[in-house]
Every structure is written in C-alpha cells, then in structure tokens.
C-alpha cells in the first residue's frame, strides 16, 4: 500500500508562487527603504571665498525702488538714479562684491513693463540673482 495519491508521475503544470511572493515582498520593502533617502528642496546658494581678501566687501543689501507718478523714479537703496545712468552705477556697485543680488522693489500702481528696464539694467551690470519684492513679500504674508 503506497501512500502515493494522484495519478501518475507526470510532471505537474502548477507554478509555485511562494517564491515569487518572497521576491516580491523583498522588493517592495527596498523600495520602501530607499524612497524617503531621495533629496527634495529647493537650490541654495553657497557662500563664495572672496576674490581679492584686501578688498572692502560691502554686505548691505541693494534694492532698486520703482516709483509711480507722471515718469517713474528710481532708488537704489534710498538715492535717486536716472534710469539711463541705472546700469553704470549698478555696474560700480557690484564690481567689488562677491554675492551679486539685487532686489526690485516696484509700486502696486505700476506696470511690470516700466520694471522690466532695471531687470535688464540688473542683468547688464553683472547680478547673477534678481528678486523681485511684491506686496505679500513686503508685509510677511
């Protein structure tokens, strides 16, 4: 009396799925693993050495101001500029920095078309990053 029950010797045609579903769980729980490792965020900027360690680095902060009224008036940082002579004083203001940011400050009354000249004027000086100060950023919102 065999203990043999089936039918024959033939080969069988069932897959066996166990190991499958051991690879897969292994693969799921790597993938679970590794995706909280990916970075996310926003580019910085790091901090550049100074070119020349003799010279004086002014660290305030430059704002250009556009002004509303008949003909729009610029500041930089509080001292009014013709528009035509913006990039000859930016230019001289950034020479001797290290960190080329400038801010455009514009009223709520203007165009954006009369602040895209001292965005351009920025960019012809030399200033790697222009932002851009909107009514939300001044208030903190």
């Given at each position: 009396?065999?203990?043999?029950?089936?039918?024959?010797?033939?080969?069988?045609?069932?897959?066996?799925?166990?190991?499958?579903?051991?690879?897969?769980?292994?693969?799921?729980?790597?993938?679970?693993?590794?995706?909280?490792?990916?970075?996310?965020?926003?580019?910085?900027?790091?901090?550049?050495?100074?070119?020349?360690?003799?010279?004086?680095?002014?660290?305030?902060?430059?704002?250009v101001q556009v002004l509303a009224g008949g003909q729009p008036?610029?500041?930089?940082?509080?001292?009014?500029?013709?528009?035509?002579?913006?990039?000859?004083?930016?230019?001289?203001?950034?020479?001797?920095?290290?960190?080329?940011?400038?801010?455009?400050?514009?009223?709520?009354?203007?165009?954006?078309?009369?602040?895209?000249?001292?965005?351009?004027?920025?960019?012809?000086?030399?200033?790697?990053n222009i932002g851009i100060i909107t009514p939300g950023v001044?208030?903190?919102?």
């Amino acid at each position: 009396m065999g203990m043999g029950g089936g039918g024959g010797s033939g080969a069988r045609s069932d897959i066996n799925v166990t190991p499958l579903i051991d690879v897969l769980l292994v693969l799921l729980i790597i993938f679970m693993v590794i995706q909280p490792s990916t970075m996310r965020g926003l580019d910085t900027l790091v901090p550049q050495p100074p070119k020349d360690k003799n010279a004086d680095v002014d660290t305030r902060t430059i704002v250009v101001q556009v002004l509303a009224g008949g003909q729009p008036t610029y500041k930089i940082n509080e001292d009014t500029v013709a528009l035509d002579t913006l990039t000859a004083r930016l230019t001289e203001i950034f020479q001797t920095r290290n960190d080329k940011v400038m801010f455009v400050k514009g009223d709520k009354d203007l165009d954006f078309g009369q602040i895209l000249p001292v965005i351009n004027d920025g960019h012809a000086a030399g200033v790697d990053n222009i932002g851009i100060i909107t009514p939300g950023v001044e208030s903190g919102h």
